[in-house]
């Protein structure tokens, strides 16, 4: 019977595919009839199936089963975390198997133990209870070595491992014999994070893995010094298995101090078996083979320029004297400079979307000249710098011993992100927000960006349209719209426009400059009659203004070393479009410097000043005024609290002030740190008394967490000569670094 209804089902189908046979495809109805007899076939084998349940696979529809799961506990909720990301990299390669085998349960049992003595607990043991596919339940315990082989087969539906960490071992005391090059206390920081007021266990752990590579770190730096032949060994270990405490102590072997005398140089060109040119220089540089490397690199580098891409260096030593307690050496080398080379053409392979046009001018090769390799990975990286392209590769194709191609091949990348943002401040409180980017925009690299944050006190928005190299070389073009409205102490600040200009980066110095046209309707709203004497209230302005920005700090989010200085002109005018004619300053630079091993002090230095052509009340916005206090101001005070108030005790803001902050930072962990700070503002509501007649200080301290978002900092700012009204003192809760 059953067979008889599958044979009519698959007589009607064919019928009507005999009908569609015209068309490009199943047609629809056919579509629906097979459909149909598959449905049906289904609910008679469901009728039909026996006591094993067992269908024809024909006939049945597979039962999608759920993914088998694992869970790890015993580690910390972050720790679990990290635990469980590696076992589905390494060992599931992401996939979501329904079953886990014994090889699985094996391979997640030896990758947690392995992180467990990486992490300093040497003697670990892992659980596993297996939940099987038939019901069934096994339980495991490995402790080291892991000896104990599961069962085979295993079909496994379920997995939870139970961490015992053990005992965490650690360094108690290191002791370092035979070091006379540098302080005892910075060779004991390639053993153990040192500086720290709390020197937790988690931050002294010991593992003979971690101690070989600190012996290696500190031969390393022994060898850049010019101590080619030193030594560094754990002379005596002492591990008390108990209470994980391990004492070492460390035996240094300096040697001799090897110097570079002098380098003769001799140039070899094609096909010439003497020096063509022959040098000396007298470098007197402790020698190593990082030193040696970069003295190669030199010489390749400079025949790279003159055309010869196969240049190769090799040095020697010539002689070895000892001289005292040093070692002085003679070196030659040799520079075989091999053909000189023409670059014939430039290709580009990959590119889905970007035009070759707009790619060629970025590499700036010339065909028919000489090839510079240093040029060529120039052009590299310059392609690299669109952002556009998740890889560029470049290759050499040789014509003849005189003629190369150069080609690059690209990887596309993604042309669209959306970033989620958030952050937290004393004032604003808690604010979130978005940001969209397009990329390649009509195959020119263009840039697209849009950014939208809220808080409980502002909303704005911004976009910029980035143009690379529109009307010049490393000259990018932009127009940008922009719309704030935030909440101030004293009035609601309303601020809108948008505008064009040209934005360039100087290598050569690290600096940045922004050059644009900037139109801007300016709102001061919900104040008194009193702000028309202070300033306009609802102008126009049209105003070129300038930034620049230099920028010498060894890290954005967290500077402890370096400088940074920024500036912003602004000259606002009637023949701009403008309502008023004005002029303001405002820069500001940031000083960073280590004291110690966990020990930094930042200072920083603010200036601004408003100067009106004309009238203040007729030609300086109120917006553009001065409004200082808050978590990145001076701390004693909220958002614009600090800023000069009329006889009523209104805040009306200053015309020109100056800020100076001192802070002393000591770390207690390496997450967080503890500081002290000063801040002191000058200001004055009037320019004509510049550069201030009044001043205000706070001194405070507070803690700081490092997060990879940047610091989030719970400091308290005290007031030393609050005026009547204000504050004695401020808590403020916020996430950045303050200045």
Known sequence: MRGRRE??????????ASKSAGLPALSLATLLLVLLCVRTNGAESQSEKSSTNSVSGAAAKPKKTKPAKFKISGYGFLGELQLKKSIKLLILNNQKPEIFDANFVEDAALVLASTLRRDGYLQPSVTAQLILEDGGQLGFKWEEPLETPLPRPLRIRKVR???????????????????????VKKARAYFVETGLLLPLKAHRVFTPEKLQHSLSSLIEVLEQQGYGQARATASHLDRDDKTGAVNVQVHVEEGRKSVVRSVRNEFFYAGETQPREVTTVFPNKPYSRLWQQDYAQALQTNNYHRGYPDTRVEIQTLKREPVGDLIQLELISKVQSGPQVTLEAVGFRGEKKAKKSMMRRRVRLQEGSL????????GRYRLAQLGIFNSVELSYDTINQQTRNVTYTVSDSKTTDINLLAGYGSYELLRGGFELEQ???????????????????SSSGEFVYTMPELIGRDVDAFINGSGLRREEISFVREEYGGGAGVHKYFKEIASDLNVRYNYQVLNAAEVDGFVATEGVQNPGVGAIIAELKHDRRDNPLYPHQGYKVFST???ATRYLAGDVNYERVEVSASFHQALGKGTWVHLGLTHGAAIALGSAANNLPFNKRFFPGGDTSLRGYQQDQASPKDISGRIVGAETFSLGTVEFEQALTPKWSVVV????????RRIQHYPFDTGLYSVGGGLSWRTIIGPVRVEYGHNLNPRTGDPKGTLHFSLGFPF
Not at 9 to 15: F, N
Not at 439 to 457: E, N, P, Y
């Open 7 to 16: 044979d009519a089902c698959g007589e009607r189908a064919s019928s009507w």
């Open 439 to 457: 990329r390649d925009i009509l195959g020119r690299a263009h840039h697209a960006r849009l950014k939208l944050v809220q808080s409980f006190k």
């Open 371 to 378: 090839l510079d390799r240093i040029k060529v990975e120039q």
């Open 569 to 571: 002109l602004e000259s």
């Open 161 to 183: 491992f139970k961490i015992h960490k053990g005992i965490l071992y650690h360094y108690q005391e290191i002791k370092i014999e035979g070091l006379t090059t540098m302080p």
């Open 677 to 684: 700070f000063s801040d002191s503002l000058g200001q004055a």
